[in-house]
């Protein structure tokens, strides 16, 4: 067996892999490595706590307007005798003109702003996209810019957009449910429920053409059951046709054998979702959301016969003037207007200037 050394020479193979500090550095600061980040020195940057002019409360100084803000701040906070507005305007990269020229407004901004409001107070929940097509309508020529500038302005909320979801494809590429091709191929209908004020519970049927988005109906009662189905179905077939088919989810009052029986009297065939999957369902769900957001949690319901009146007429509202996405913008029943001429030359009455609805 090797003695053991006291010299340390069996170390020194390992000893002279490890980094030494350079000579004469004993007693100095650790420099910063290779792939370390030196600190900032101070005045070098954005303190903790203190306002940044660029990412600061100010957001970024991307427009005229927000460095003319900036530039008006520093004097303000520094003070005017000690910062002239060339040395504040040379710091924030602002040009002078443009700090000393006073934005003028359009002839007409009060008037749209006016209008906008009255818009977004009447539709709570449509954002600044759906204001300018209904302003479009109304012959103002702007566009969706202006109207985003001035509605952030007016401190008008934007409605969040929710996640887009895909679940009606399978992993193959295969759609799990049928898809309308033409108006009446595919109705479908659900039941809703709501309160009125002193506590007392209400349902609504929805029916909903899903190619067209058009709302058949909403029937407004305390109780229903299959036999309220079969009336209201019984109406629409006779005004408008028979479906194709007619969508639902599993309950009572859709699985019932009357119902099934009678729609398969008549040639109607019947497509139910898979139980606790309401996405197979979309257009009528879609629908439902819709009628919650915009109506019934806006709406105090005195009475039931109130609760009519103001959904069927929502439901006027959203077929021929509401706008939407999903149809280039434009209601899935608008009223159609018959021009003054035509009027004179088919012998109309002067004062008559709407046809009813197209369906």
Excluded at 48 to 53: E, K
Excluded at 105 to 122: S, T, Y
Excluded at 258 to 283: F, M
Aim: a positive charge.
């Amino acid at each position: 067996m090797q003695a053991d050394r006291s010299d340390g020479a069996d170390v020194l193979p390992v000893a002279q892999r490890v980094r030494r500090a350079a000579p004469g550095s004993g007693q100095a600061v650790q420099g910063v490595g290779e792939g370390e980040r030196a600190s900032e020195e101070v005045g070098g940057g954005p303190v903790a706590r203190q306002p940044d002019f660029k990412r600061g409360v100010l957001g970024k100084l991307l427009s005229p307007a927000k460095r003319r803000r900036a530039v008006n701040y520093v004097r303000e906070r520094l003070g005017e005798e000690r910062v002239s507005e060339r040395r504040a305007c040379q710091v924030l990269g602002q040009a002078r003109s443009t700090q000393r020229r006073e934005p003028v407004g359009r002839e007409d901004e009060d008037r749209l702003v006016a209008r906008m409001v009255e818009l977004a107070c009447e539709y709570g929940r449509y954002g600044y996209r759906r204001i300018t097509t209904i302003l479009g309508w109304e012959g103002w020529r702007v566009n969706h810019k202006r109207i985003e500038r001035l509605w952030k302005r007016e401190g008008l909320k934007v409605p969040s957009k929710q996640p887009k979801r895909r679940r009606l494809w399978l992993h193959d590429g295969s759609c799990i449910r049928l898809r309308p091709a033409s108006k009446d191929h595919v109705w479908s209908y659900d039941f809703m429920h709501e309160r009125t004020h002193e506590g007392r519970a209400f349902r609504l049927l929805t029916i909903l053409d899903e190619y067209t988005r058009e709302c058949l109906a909403i029937d407004v009662d305390r109780q229903m059951n299959h036999q309220n189905v079969l009336d209201r179905l019984a109406e629409l077939f006779v005004d408008r046709g028979v479906p194709q088919y007619i969508r639902s989810d599993n309950g009572a009052e859709f699985t019932a054998r009357a119902v099934r029986d009678w729609l398969q009297a008549v040639g109607v065939k019947t497509l139910y979702i898979e139980p606790g999957s309401p996405w197979q369902n979309g257009y009528i769900e879609s629908f439902n959301g819709k009628l919650r957001d915009e109506l019934l949690n806006g709406e105090i319901f005195d009475t039931l016969w109130e609760a009519k009146v103001l959904t069927e007429r929502w439901r006027r509202g959203y077929n021929q003037q509401r706008p939407h996405s999903s149809l280039g913008d434009r209601p899935p029943a608008p009223e159609a207007f018959l021009p003054r001429e035509k009027l004179r030359t088919s012998g109309v009455g002067a004062g008559l200037q709407i046809t009813p609805a197209l369906t």
